[in-house]
T-cell receptor, first 111, second 113 residues
């Protein structure tokens, strides 16, 4: 079945450093979504990318969707302590229309 | 506008018991998704309901089941509980024909002793 992997599993950075998480799907995705889950919280939608090669920015966050629509990345510039949490990518693939979540990357930011 | 609501928020059961978790989607949303999140792990797709029908299910045994009611609320039932069923069960809703963004509830944390 469809699998979505993310690397790294965990990253610890100093506040002000950059951070990137990578997402790879075993199948072509119709779109890719990114969610953030704060410790003890529930996932919250950040953004959706639909087009091959699409790049979107939200303040310090930059999201990319690969040309083959099988991979994506999230880059955070100059991390802040408020960025702490687990970042999940998620994709709709094939005809099943079920949203499969990636394995997640836990970001820890040291002040 | 009220978000996705789930109940109960926390519950403790013993092995072999049965549990029912409830979810009310955002008003106007017809799709309900259920995910299992074991401690420190990712979200595992359980079930997807849309317009009252089960549209897809994940790789879980048949003792995980559910339904969606005419008002689009949903229940998740787990029979013959096992220790490894301890997890946060998240419900999410999506508007039909919308971009596909899921809105999650706070979850029901189940502990099986």
């Amino acid at each position: 079945g469809q699998q979505v992997m993310q690397i790294p599993q965990y990253q610890h950075v100093q506040e002000g450093e950059d951070f990137t998480t990578y997402c790879n799907s075993s199948t072509t995705l119709s779109n890719i979504q990114w969610y953030k889950q704060r410790p003890g919280g529930h996932p919250v939608f950040l953004i959706q990318l639909v087009k091959s090669g699409e790049v979107k920015k939200q303040k310090r966050l930059t999201f990319q969707f690969g040309e083959a629509k099988k991979n994506s990345s999230l880059h955070i510039t100059a991390t802040q302590t408020t960025d702490v949490g687990t970042y999940f990518c998620a994709g709709y693939g094939g005809a099943t229309n079920k949203l499969i979540f990636g394995t997640g990357t836990l970001l820890a930011v040291q002040p | 506008e009220a978000g996705v609501t789930q109940s109960p928020t926390h519950l403790i059961k013993t092995r072999g018991q049965q549990v029912t978790l409830r979810c009310s989607p955002i008003s106007g949303h017809t799709s309900v998704y259920w995910y299992q999140q074991a401690l420190g792990l990712g979200l595992q797709f359980l079930l997807w309901y849309d317009e009252g029908e089960e549209r897809n299910r994940g790789n879980f045994p048949p003792r995980f089941s559910g339904r969606q009611f005419p008002n689009y609320s949903s229940e998740l039932n787990v029979n013959a509980l096992e220790l490894e069923d301890s997890a946060l069960y998240l419900c999410a809703s999506r508007a039909l024909g919308h971009t596909g963004e899921l809105f999650f509830g706070e979850g029901s944390r189940l502990t099986v002793l």
